[in-house]
Structures are given as structure tokens and as C-alpha cells.
């Protein structure tokens, strides 16, 4: 297996399943991990130097962070159920999320600064965003984009249409190079609807020093340090997939390969 996969595995003692540091993914800012909680388990993480979003993917919680609690959060049966609840929670603060049915959270982590409060991201609290036309059309659900407070992370969701392609002209944003592109790692989480489908990703940089076309399956998570990263799904499975970004400067600017730029150029 590619070593830009990370794939889904068995549950530990706190319900983690997937995990990626930046020491794991060999680069300086993108954490992300999932943790599939029991009814009535609760997972508790001590405070630390990383901002935090708290992705419900599936299922409901409380999760407390601060001080605050936010009761009764999520409900979605699983991603493809509706918009997502999060929660943001800043560095140096501890957070506990306590499953009150089987749970799916995905927390996505970048180094934190600045003053901020934990706060919740509530289901449609951004408008959903339709991409492309024809067979390059996806549906994005913005969670934390650079519009709304954070120190370094920004998270979104995306859902492809099975037969569509998404990322797509191939673009990067690997290089500090602002306003024409910003230095941003990035993974993506995918699932599938029906789970036994599969898409195609391919990671690749202009030298082709980095040219990896992958075969993904639900709950791999995808490594992009460099690159162009386009994805493709197949008919009849709708992909979804969770984008977790973070380098020096907290802006997504992307240049599309001059190959294909003319697709969106028409």
C-alpha cells in the first residue's frame, strides 16, 4: 500500500481507529484522527499546543470544552445525512466528547495561537456550495474556512456524485506564494455510499518527482504534502470526503495544472 494511505483500522481502548500526526505524515502542521465511540463512552484529551475541530460524523454527543458544554449535538445516521456538526476548540484547552449513541468524530488538529473561544458549528450555519458543472460537479460544505476565526486550521466537506470528479482541474497549493498560492498540507478522509465502493486520487507534483495514482476505499485517509490531488468516483458510489488544511499562512489559494486549466477556462 502507498504510504499516502492511512487506512481505517480496529478500535482501541478510547475508540480511535485512524490516526495522523505530523511527525507520521512527515511534515509540520495537519493532525486528523477518528474515534468510534460506544453509547455512553466517553473520550477525554488533555489540553495541548493544537487547535481543534470536532467533526461529528456520525451519531450524537456532548462534547465540553472550557467550561462550555454543547449537549445533545449530531444526529446524522452517517456523512451522507445532512450537513455536519463541529465543534472548534483552541489550544491549551482540554475537551471530553461523551457518546450518547455509537459515535463517529473526526478531529482535525493544526498548531493554535491567538485568542479564541471553543464555539459550535451548527448544522447549515454556512450555506452549501455547488461546484462545477456536468460531470465535475460536487456539493462543499464549508466548516471552517478561512472566513470564520481560527489560528491555522481550515475543514471542509465535500460530497461527489458517483461518475464525477471532484479537486478537479487538478490544482496545489503547495507553495508560499501568496496571492497566487499559499504552502498548505492536506488529507483527505473518504467514504462511500454504498461502503464497498472505491474512487481513484492521484498525487502528483510537475517534475513527477511524486506520481501516485491510488485506489481508495472507505475510511482511507490520503495523504497530499505536495501536488496536485484529483479524485475520481466511479458510477453508482457517491463519495465523500473530509479535507482538513493547514501550513504558514491561513488562506487557500491554488494554482490548477496548465494542462487542464482549460477546462474552467471555457
Given at each position: 500500500m502507498s504510504k499516502l494511505i492511512v487506512p481505517t483500522g480496529e478500535a482501541g481502548e478510547d475508540g480511535q481507529v485512524l490516526r495522523v500526526t505530523p511527525e507520521s505524515a512527515g511534515w509540520e502542521y495537519v493532525g486528523f484522527a477518528v474515534h468510534r465511540l460506544r453509547a455512553g463512552q466517553t473520550f477525554e484529551a488533555p489540553p495541548s499546543d493544537r487547535e481543534t475541530c470536532v467533526v461529528l460524523l456520525s451519531g450524537m454527543a456532548t462534547v465540553a470544552a472550557g467550561g462550555e458544554s454543547f449537549a445533545d449535538l449530531g444526529g446524522r445516521k452517517d456523512v451522507f445525512d445532512?450537513?455536519?456538526t463541529a465543534v472548534y476548540i483552541p489550544q491549551e484547552t482540554a475537551y471530553s466528547i461523551h457518546a450518547h449513541t455509537d459515535l463517529e468524530a473526526a478531529l482535525c488538529t493544526a498548531p493554535g495561537g491567538g485568542q479564541y473561544a471553543p464555539r459550535l458549528i451548527?448544522?447549515?450555519?454556512?450555506?452549501?456550495?455547488v461546484r462545477g458543472t456536468g460531470t465535475n460537479m460536487r456539493r462543499v460544505q464549508n466548516i471552517l474556512p478561512e472566513t470564520e476565526p481560527a489560528h491555522s486550521l481550515l475543514v471542509v466537506e465535500v460530497i461527489t456524485p458517483g461518475g464525477n470528479w471532484s479537486s478537479y482541474p487538478p490544482h496545489k497549493h503547495d507553495r508560499?506564494?501568496?496571492p497566487m498560492e499559499s504552502a498548505l498540507e492536506e488529507t483527505y478522509y473518504h467514504r462511500f455510499n454504498p461502503p464497498q465502493g472505491f474512487a481513484?486520487?492521484?498525487v502528483y507534483t510537475d517534475d513527477?518527482?511524486?506520481d501516485e495514482t491510488l485506489s481508495v476505499h472507505d475510511g482511507d485517509c490520503v495523504l497530499v504534502p505536495r501536488g496536485y490531488h484529483p479524485v475520481g468516483a466511479p458510477h453508482g458510489y457517491d463519495l465523500y470526503y473530509l479535507n482538513v488544511m493547514a501550513g504558514p499562512r491561513r488562506t487557500w489559494a491554488f494554482t490548477d495544472d496548465p494542462d487542464?486549466?482549460?477546462?474552467v477556462a471555457k
Amino acid at each position: 500500500m502507498s504510504k499516502l494511505i492511512v487506512p481505517t483500522g480496529e478500535a482501541g481502548e478510547d475508540g480511535q481507529v485512524l490516526r495522523v500526526t505530523p511527525e507520521s505524515a512527515g511534515w509540520e502542521y495537519v493532525g486528523f484522527a477518528v474515534h468510534r465511540l460506544r453509547a455512553g463512552q466517553t473520550f477525554e484529551a488533555p489540553p495541548s499546543d493544537r487547535e481543534t475541530c470536532v467533526v461529528l460524523l456520525s451519531g450524537m454527543a456532548t462534547v465540553a470544552a472550557g467550561g462550555e458544554s454543547f449537549a445533545d449535538l449530531g444526529g446524522r445516521k452517517d456523512v451522507f445525512d445532512g450537513p455536519p456538526t463541529a465543534v472548534y476548540i483552541p489550544q491549551e484547552t482540554a475537551y471530553s466528547i461523551h457518546a450518547h449513541t455509537d459515535l463517529e468524530a473526526a478531529l482535525c488538529t493544526a498548531p493554535g495561537g491567538g485568542q479564541y473561544a471553543p464555539r459550535l458549528i451548527a448544522p447549515g450555519a454556512l450555506p452549501l456550495e455547488v461546484r462545477g458543472t456536468g460531470t465535475n460537479m460536487r456539493r462543499v460544505q464549508n466548516i471552517l474556512p478561512e472566513t470564520e476565526p481560527a489560528h491555522s486550521l481550515l475543514v471542509v466537506e465535500v460530497i461527489t456524485p458517483g461518475g464525477n470528479w471532484s479537486s478537479y482541474p487538478p490544482h496545489k497549493h503547495d507553495r508560499d506564494n501568496l496571492p497566487m498560492e499559499s504552502a498548505l498540507e492536506e488529507t483527505y478522509y473518504h467514504r462511500f455510499n454504498p461502503p464497498q465502493g472505491f474512487a481513484f486520487q492521484r498525487v502528483y507534483t510537475d517534475d513527477r518527482s511524486l506520481d501516485e495514482t491510488l485506489s481508495v476505499h472507505d475510511g482511507d485517509c490520503v495523504l497530499v504534502p505536495r501536488g496536485y490531488h484529483p479524485v475520481g468516483a466511479p458510477h453508482g458510489y457517491d463519495l465523500y470526503y473530509l479535507n482538513v488544511m493547514a501550513g504558514p499562512r491561513r488562506t487557500w489559494a491554488f494554482t490548477d495544472d496548465p494542462d487542464h486549466a482549460w477546462i474552467v477556462a471555457k
